[in-house]
């Protein structure tokens, strides 16, 4: 299985020509009018600043996982930090191993017992990655696992479309990032203001209603 140190490294050391194939093929409604030609326009102008970019060094290095969905030709790319991959395995070292369900128990069970299985699974807790530095992002380490089930382009390709989902300008990422903020910032002051308690001054001794939460 091949080592590499961090996803630069694994950037650095993929198949350029395979990794823009892989780009290409994300489903994606909205970007089914670009060419290859764009998508190697683009992932050429990344590559370019991943080179120019160095990773932030850390003492512990999280890690990158890419894996497929029960969704079809949907995949997921999450970061899990490195002292909750050390909690969890403190946690699993000392608790019962889960109940393995197999493939005759499956057939008896109903769509809300396997959730309710699969919700009963400890796994780390799972970070979205979209609005991470490119210097941290590649600083990471990419599971081995996600590149032996899936091979290492189509994994990088998933990682790069989080990287530029903004653009591949630190500029774009970054105004993206303060819209997004400001209308989350509004969303919870109108969230707020809906759900403060009010009372008139000409009934000072009116009950007030609870908070509506939705």
Same mark, same amino acid.
């Given at each position: 299985?091949?080592?590499? *140190? &961090?996803? !630069? &490294?694994?950037?650095?050391?993929? &198949?350029? =020509?395979?990794?823009?194939? #892989? ?9 089914? !009018? ?13 590559? #370019? ?13 999280? %890690? %990158? ?8 030709? $949907? ?7 490195? &002292? =909750?991959?050390?909690?969890?395995? $403190?946690?699993? @070292? ?18 809300? *017992? ?7 699974? =400890? ?18 380490? %990419?599971?081995?696992? @996600?590149i032996a089930w899936y ?5 990088l390709a998933r990682v ?16 993206? *990032?303060?819209?997004?903020?400001n209308s989350l910032d ?23 209603? @609870?908070?509506?939460?939705?």
């Amino acid at each position: 299985m091949n080592q590499y *140190a &961090d996803i !630069k &490294d694994a950037f650095l050391h993929c &198949d350029v =020509d395979k990794l823009i194939i #892989e780009y290409y093929k994300i489903p994606d409604d909205e970007c089914s !009018k670009f060419t290859i030609e764009c998508v190697s326009t683009e992932v050429h102008a990344a590559m #370019e600043r991943i080179k120019q970019t160095q990773p932030e060094k850390a003492e512990k290095q999280n %890690l %990158l996982i890419v894996c497929k969905t029960f969704e079809e030709n $949907e995949t997921d790319t999450f970061c899990v930090e490195a &002292d =909750d991959i050390a909690e969890w395995k $403190e946690r699993l @070292s000392k608790s019962e191993q889960p109940q393995e369900i197999g493939d005759e128990m499956l057939t008896f069970m109903d769509t809300d *017992a396997i959730f309710d299985a699969a919700k009963a699974v =400890d796994v780390p807790t799972k970070y979205a990655i979209e609005f991470c530095e490119w210097k941290d992002i590649l600083s990471w380490k %990419l599971a081995e696992l @996600s590149i032996a089930w899936y091979g290492l382009e189509f994994c990088l390709a998933r990682v790069l479309w989080e990287m530029v989902f903004f653009g591949v300008e630190p500029e774009k990422m970054k105004k993206a *990032a303060e819209r997004i903020k400001n209308s989350l910032d509004e969303a919870k002051k109108e969230l707020e203001n809906d759900s403060a308690p009010r009372s008139k001054t000409s009934q000072p001794n009116r009950a007030r209603q @609870s908070p509506v939460r939705s």
